[in-house]
């Protein structure tokens, strides 16, 4: 009795219900409190206004989504181990790095994924992004080298015509992921050209193929994936090489021009790696 909801945040604006419902911080409406219990990507939302209007805020939510929390145990363990976490997933590296450059780069973020971890039943040490996240590509280039990758080949694949397709994930954002230059990426076509192949260069290369609007709209991410698929093939490649698993089963499943194929694939390939069936 005599509390009063005198304004909502989320993520669309609504002028509809009792009291205004908006969708950024600024917000100037008198309040004695901020009573959260939003979608975790809201959390940092309501923080900004909780420190602009310098107001106490009580969080019901765990600001984390499922996503964060699997990362944020991975680079705990990665950490504790006294190990780089290495990944072979593009979307899966994405996450890692993001999160762990959220604890680097946002002292709230920081706070709350930490109180919230010591409530576990056995708690780990505070995580403030001492990990380091690597994608495998990252390892080749970086950890072995392609010249020592060459030098392993048993198969090359001389005489065949690969575009390597970045996507989305791998790149952006930039600045946090430091994977390679985001306009114009040379990773894979240096693995490529370590592996004895031919990189094709082609205008789509690091471009999204739509695989993460799928399900809510089957015609656009068909539309982006064959626009990427036409493209390699337009300038005369053979096969495709990506290094993320939703982006090679959306050019697949929409009927890739070229044959695509996982990084891991090409690379056993020219090693001589066998299947084991066992």
Not at 58 to 78: K, M, N, P, W
Not at 202 to 215: F, I, K, Q, S, T
Not at 220 to 248: F, I, R
Request: aromatic share 6%; hydrophobic share 45%.
């Amino acid at each position: 009795d005599g509390c009063e909801i005198v304004a909502g945040l989320d993520r669309v604006a609504d002028n509809t219900r009792a009291f205004p419902v908006f969708a950024t911080a600024d917000i100037d409406i008198p309040a004695d409190i901020i009573i959260d219990f939003s979608h975790p990507a809201l959390l940092q939302t309501v923080l900004a206004l909780a420190e602009k209007r310098h107001l106490p805020v009580i969080i019901a939510t765990t600001g984390l989504s499922d996503e964060q929390l699997a990362a944020v145990r991975a680079l705990v363990a990665a950490r504790d181990a006294g190990q780089p976490l290495v990944t072979v997933c593009a979307a899966c590296h994405n996450v890692m790095k993001q999160t762990n450059n959220a604890f680097l780069t946002d002292p709230h973020f920081d706070d709350a994924v930490n109180r919230y971890m010591a409530q576990e039943k056995e708690p780990k040490e505070p995580y403030h992004g001492e990990a380091r996240v690597l994608h495998f590509l990252e390892l080749l280039r970086d950890e072995v080298g392609f010249d020592a990758l060459k030098k392993a080949v048993k198969n090359p694949l001389t005489g065949k015509k690969i575009a390597a397709y970045y996507g989305c994930m791998l790149l952006r954002p930039g600045k946090v992921m430091q994977f390679d230059d985001v306009e114009n990426p040379q990773l894979l076509e240096d693995l490529i050209r370590a592996l004895g192949a031919e990189p094709v260069l082609y205008p789509m290369r690091n471009e999204c193929c739509g695989g993460y609007v799928a399900l809510e709209d089957a015609a656009s991410a068909k539309k982006k994936s064959n626009a990427v698929s036409d493209s390699a093939a337009a300038h005369g490649a053979d096969l495709m090489v990506t290094a993320c698993p939703l982006c090679k089963y959306n050019l697949v499943k929409n009927g890739s021009a070229v044959p695509v194929v996982y990084f891991t694939e090409l690379l056993a390939e020219a090693l001589g790696v066998k299947e084991d069936t066992h």
